[in-house]
């Protein structure tokens, strides 16, 4: 049975989801993930416009296109700093804006603050990255023709889909979480998230040990299409889908009670920010 | 434990090396109590660990018997308006309120009847749709005495809650507390004009360097001060003959004619000094207009106390 303390936490945690929703995607302060996401679909507006004849006719190639602009930009680098820009500022940001005290003086649990902001930041992450990513993945098919259209909606082809969304998702929850705590801990988030990014990039090239602490390990577990990492990767076993899911699920609890128990912690002190 | 006091022990606050507070003991009664102190004397310090947004060094904060560590309590019970000027990017005053509302977990309607009441109080129906971006720096102080009391908290503590506002919308303020005052509820305010301090508090605390100088009814205060012989100010119609008979008087330090009418008295043991002059008064006949207290005020204790101008910064 839920007791009315739950009811409250929940009905506190989702007008604080709410609010971060509102503010992840209609403030001005979006705009600069938008032009991110833009990018990908900018571009492949332009190879959609500027394909040679000869790539049109051949659809089976999209499959394998969409497998590397997926792993190599749209994963490593639009999701992975979408998610830096709109984690970071869920506390930084009213930091900066010197606005944080009005939440901290409401009668919530420093976790249901955490938990609710935590929830508003991933529900506007999925929303932007899933749009983006099916955005991409039709304009990666489209240039094809009819031909590229059926295989897209082909029974593999909404699987694949359905699998790179799938990650976004994932990926939204993972560096989400770890990006809010970063927000909590460090004035300048940027300088550990580009530092992370180096190590998520690195991660093909490290030996099975070392890959099991990066988010991206897991994240391609579930890719539907492998991609080639060049000559120096060095290949690792696969993760099964539920080692991976366990892994992802785990670490993003684990990011979020950390962040939980530093706002406990929480001061106002703005001049010193 | 339930209680209806506001109590620091041996509370102290450092920021890194820089001292907040120190040693801090005070023991807050309801009313409206007026909290003076200079410029980085701890006031907002003070404020702060009251509300959980600052956390003691050392000792113990409770408020009504609530530890700040536990919002979800704290927070039906206090309302704290802040001196930062700041405000969430966007909002209009119906939305903040409304947020803030919600996040009590007040329910829809409720969030609406209890946003409107407090812009009402406040006086800001008319620019409720508008964006705070937007509103004068009079009308961004109401909007944040709406916020603090917008949930009928049993304590409000308003840090220099008048600064912005024009004369009326001062007075309708300082109404306002008052009758909060009244009610039973705590009111904390603190301000760098004194003379409204004086005004309009039962008890004041000053601070200063970070450590609780004075405490409790501004008379009383004034009354321990033994250092300063204690003023009055007596209008009569014949002021030097009064003048020439209180002279003979052991503890009276000075009397000096003021004005046409007017006779200021400096004497080391006021109680003493009231007795006396009722005999005086028998004896020479003089027709006394009045009697009052000359420096039992804020602003004298304040200036014997710490000694110093105010500015109107915070700590």
Not at chain 1, 142 to 165: D, F, K, V
Not at chain 2, 19 to 24: A, C, E, R, W
Not at chain 2, 45 to 63: D, K
């Amino acid at each position: 049975m839920t007791t009315p303390d739950a009811l409250m936490r929940r009905r506190q945690a989702l007008t604080l989801a709410r609010y971060e929703v509102r503010r992840s995607l209609f403030s001005r302060r979006s705009l600069a993930v938008y032009l991110l996401v833009g990018m990908p679909l900018a571009l492949m507006l332009l190879r959609a416009l500027f394909m040679p004849e000869s790539m049109r006719a051949d659809a089976s190639s999209a499959t394998s296109e969409f497998a590397e602009v997926f792993h190599f930009f749209l994963l490593r680098f639009v999701v992975f700093f979408a998610n830096a820009m709109i984690f970071v500022r869920l506390f930084r940001g009213e930091i900066l804006e010197k606005s944080l005290h009005y939440t901290l003086l409401a009668p919530l649990s420093r976790t249901v603050l955490v938990v609710g902001k935590y929830l508003g930041g991933v529900i506007s992450a999925c929303l932007i990255l899933v749009i983006t990513t099916t955005l991409t993945y039709v304009l990666v098919y489209l240039p094809h023709g009819s031909s590229g259209i059926q295989l897209m909606l082909s029974g593999a082809g909404i699987a694949h889909l359905a699998s790179y969304l799938l990650i976004v998702v994932f990926a939204c929850f993972a560096y989400g979480a770890l990006f809010m705590l970063a927000g909590l801990f460090f004035k300048n988030p940027m300088v550990p998230a580009i530092l992370f990014l180096g190590w998520e990039t690195l991660t093909p090239f490290l030996p099975t040990f070392l890959k099991v602490l990066s988010f991206v390990h897991y994240l391609v577990s579930f890719a539907p299409v492998p991609v080639n990492l060049g000559a120096f990767a060095l290949l690792a076993r696969p993760v099964p889908w539920w080692v991976a899911l366990l892994a992802l699920a785990v670490s993003s609890a684990v990011l979020v009670f950390a962040a939980s128990r530093v706002a406990r912690n929480l001061e106002v002190t703005y001049s010193a920010d | 434990m339930s209680s209806d006091r506001i109590v620091f022990r041996d509370v102290s606050k450092f920021y890194g090396e820089v001292l907040g507070v120190n040693k801090v003991n005070l023991e807050v009664a309801p009313g409206l109590t007026g909290l003076v102190g200079p410029n980085g004397s701890g006031k907002s310090t003070l404020m702060h660990l009251m509300t959980g947004l600052l956390r003691p060094g050392r000792g113990e904060v409770s408020v009504l018997g609530v530890s700040p560590d536990c919002p979800e309590e704290l927070f039906r019970l206090v309302g704290y308006c802040t001196q930062y000027d700041n405000f969430p990017n966007g909002s209009t005053g119906l939305s903040f309120l409304r947020f803030a509302l919600a996040l009590h977990g007040y329910s829809k309607s409720e969030v609406d009847e209890r946003a409107w009441a407090a812009l009402t109080r406040v006086g800001l129906t008319d620019a409720a749709t508008r964006r705070i971006a937007g509103y004068s720096k009079g009308m961004r102080q109401r909007i944040k005495l709406a916020h603090a009391q917008c949930h009928d908290p049993q304590v409000l503590v308003l840090d220099e809650p008048l600064n912005g506002l024009d004369p009326m919308g001062r007075a309708e303020m300082i109404d306002l507390f008052t009758a909060l005052a009244k009610e039973g509820r705590h009111v904390i305010v603190s301000s760098h004009i004194l003379h409204e301090v004086d005004v309009i508090s039962d008890g004041v605390i000053m601070i200063h360097g970070g450590a609780i100088v004075a405490e409790g009814e501004i008379r009383a205060v004034r009354g321990e001060i033994t250092s300063h012989p204690i003023q009055v100010l007596i209008r009569c119609d014949r002021p030097h003959i009064v003048a020439s008979r209180v002279f003979e008087l052991e503890h009276i330090v000075e009397a000096r004619i003021v004005g046409d009418e007017g006779l200021l008295i400096r004497t080391r043991n006021a109680s003493d000094f009231f007795t006396q002059f009722n005999r005086i008064v028998i004896d020479t006949g003089v027709i006394v207009e009045t009697v009052a207290p000359a420096d039992e005020s804020v602003h004298a204790v304040y200036d014997y106390l710490i000694g110093e101008g105010l500015g109107g910064g915070s700590a």
